[in-house]
């Protein structure tokens, strides 16, 4: 049974290591297509972090800033909800798990 435990697992390592390399990546492109107004492309972008944000993430000091950040910017895009608290984002579940 010890062959299936994920704890200490070098590929689920490597895995939490690459998505906070995707996660840099593509929050780097979601800003540069929110500031040059490509809401769509921004969308398309935010769409592909929520998938990464479920599975594990490296932890690292601006994870939880970066997250923050994205939520944000949905909020603002999606622009009809901006004093509306959203609970069921893979954004704010990924909060909770980088605190």
Same mark, same amino acid.
């Given at each position: &049974?010890?062959? %299936? ?5 070098? /590929? ?7 998505? /906070?390399?995707?996660?840099? !990546?593509?929050?780097? =492109?979601?800003?540069?297509?929110? %500031?040059?107004?490509? !809401? ?5 972008? /935010?769409?592909? =972090?929520?998938?990464?944000?479920? /599975? ?6 601006? &994870?939880?800033? %970066? ?5 944000? =910017?949905? &909020? ?5 909800? *901006?004093?509306?608290?959203? !609970? ?6 990924? *909060?909770?798990?980088? %605190?």
């Amino acid at each position: &049974m010890a062959s %299936k435990e994920t704890i200490n697992n070098p /590929r689920t390592h490597v895995e939490s290591v690459v998505n /906070r390399w995707l996660v840099d !990546y593509y929050l780097s =492109l979601a800003i540069e297509f929110f %500031k040059n107004e490509q !809401y769509s492309d921004f969308c398309a972008v /935010r769409d592909v =972090l929520q998938h990464v944000l479920v /599975r594990p993430v490296e932890h690292s000091d601006t &994870m939880q800033t %970066k997250i923050v950040v994205l939520h944000f =910017l949905s &909020m603002i895009n999606q622009g009809d909800r *901006l004093g509306e608290h959203v !609970y069921n984002t893979a954004f704010t579940v990924s *909060l909770y798990v980088f %605190k």
